[in-house]
């Protein structure tokens, strides 16, 4: 919501002036970026046309933004990959809560926003977290 304020803030600084200020750059998305460059094309002076070197450059911008967040995508599904493959090898585990109040043979491990939760024989469930303890 900060970041939709900022570009409307910033349209209707861009009436007195062509450029946006500084430190809106820093703090859009590639959809805030989009609002906020074609707010500046339609309050733009006719009389005085954006340079088309700024326009390239504010365009090279958006590229760049659009290939970090698609990086970060990649690199999140990747980073899913490696939590999959890792747990697959704690299953026919032992594993013990930190409290030691639970405890079985892991049957299956399910992935959640969470964490992973080992599945038991006994049928209870165990997030794997810190202090969590896995055995042969």
């Known amino acids: 919501m900060t970041a939709l304020?900022?570009?409307?803030?910033?349209?209707?600084d861009l009436q007195a002036s062509p450029r946006p200020?500084?430190?809106?750059g820093t703090?859009?998305?590639a959809n805030g970026?989009?609002?906020?460059?074609?707010?500046?094309?339609?309050y733009q002076d006719p009389t005085k046309p954006m340079d088309s070197t700024q326009l390239v450059q504010?365009?090279?911008s958006m590229s760049e933004v659009e290939q970090a967040t698609q990086s970060n995508v990649k690199l999140s599904s990747i980073l899913d990959q490696l939590s999959i493959g890792q747990a697959s090898g704690l299953i026919g585990r032992?594993?013990?809560?930190?409290?030691?109040?639970?405890s079985g043979t892991i049957e299956a491990i399910q992935i959640?926003?969470?964490?992973a939760?080992?599945?038991?024989?006994d049928g209870t469930r165990l997030l794997l977290s810190q202090g969590v303890t896995v055995g042969a």
């Not at 200020?21 to 809106?24: D, K, L, M, R, V």
């Not at 939760?117 to 024989?121: G, N, R």
């Open 94 to 102: 032992t594993v013990g809560s930190p409290d030691g109040s639970q």
């Open 117 to 121: 939760v080992a599945h038991l024989s």
């Open 58 to 60: 504010q365009f090279s």
């Open 33 to 42: 970026f989009l609002k906020m460059l074609v707010a500046e094309l339609q």
């Open 5 to 12: 304020t900022t570009v409307g803030a910033a349209a209707t």
């Open 27 to 29: 703090a859009l998305d």
């Open 112 to 115: 959640t926003a969470g964490g």
């Open 21 to 24: 200020p500084a430190s809106i």
